[in-house]
């Protein structure tokens, strides 16, 4: 193995980073219905709480907390690096907690699972499948033609967020926190082959752009 890695390397493909100007993007292509609904708050969610794919999609409408400060947080029950189930907040926006909100109450969803997939039908599913989360952001990267950039991913939530807290000045050791990275090198791992241009100028986020989108 350590032939092979010296005579191939061992460079890993990197995630394309979801900032939040290809955030912006994303959501202004989303269409008007329930799965443009479901859609926005997927990328919302995905952005702000920097998770797994299957751990985006295991988020339950019981997991929104709403904390002493008047802030909200989602409760991570379990993770990769969290076998045992011991738990995490992390803390979300006020605007993920309405869209998420106004979500429920539009596509008339008692409780279960925040994402939920689409029969052909278009009648709802229970949840989603992890693995149409890339087909989906697909899907929203063609309709808001960004061809000039490698396909986006479920992982591309994790790269995006991380690049924006660096570009805010924040220190690795929180970034690590919000991302749920034990280990400086796997967490440099994801930032390291991006130039400084992805986060030096970040795209401010307009939350209230957000609401009347939805509103």
């Known amino acids: 193995m350590y032939r092979l890695h010296r005579k191939l390397g061992r460079a890993q493909q990197q995630a394309t980073p979801l900032t939040k100007d290809l955030l ?15 859609n926005k708050v997927m990328l919302q969610l995905g952005y702000e ?31 990769k690096t969290d076998q045992y189930g011991e738990g995490k907040l992390l803390p979300i926006s006020d605007t ?3 869209l998420i909100n106004f979500w429920k109450r539009e596509a008339n969803i008692k409780h279960g699972q925040i994402l939920r997939g689409f029969f052909k039908g278009k009648s709802i599913r229970d949840k989603l499948n992890p693995s149409s989360i890339n087909n989906i952001l697909k899907q929203l990267q063609t ?8 396909e986006l991913s479920g992982h591309s939530f994790r790269v995006g967020g991380a690049i924006d807290m660096l570009g805010k000045g924040i220190s690795l050791e929180r970034i690590m926190l919000r991302g ?4 400086e090198v796997t967490a440099m791992r994801y930032l390291r082959n991006w130039q400084e241009e992805y986060w ?11 609401r009347k989108q939805f509103n």
């Not at 912006?24 to 479901?38: H, N, Q, S, T």
């Not at 749920?180 to 280990?183: N, P």
């Open 96 to 98: 993920l907690v309405e």
């Open 49 to 79: 709480t920097m998770r797994r794919r299957a751990e985006l999609c295991a988020f339950e409408f019981r997991d929104i907390k709403h904390m002493p400060n008047a802030r909200y947080a989602l409760n991570l029950r379990s993770s």
């Open 180 to 183: 749920g990275w034990k280990s």
């Open 143 to 150: 309709k808001a033609q960004i061809g000039d950039i490698v």
């Open 200 to 210: 030096l100028y970040p795209t401010s986020f307009n939350a209230n752009k957000l």
């Open 24 to 38: 912006e993007k994303l959501i202004a292509v989303c269409d008007d219905d329930l799965i443009g609904l479901r």
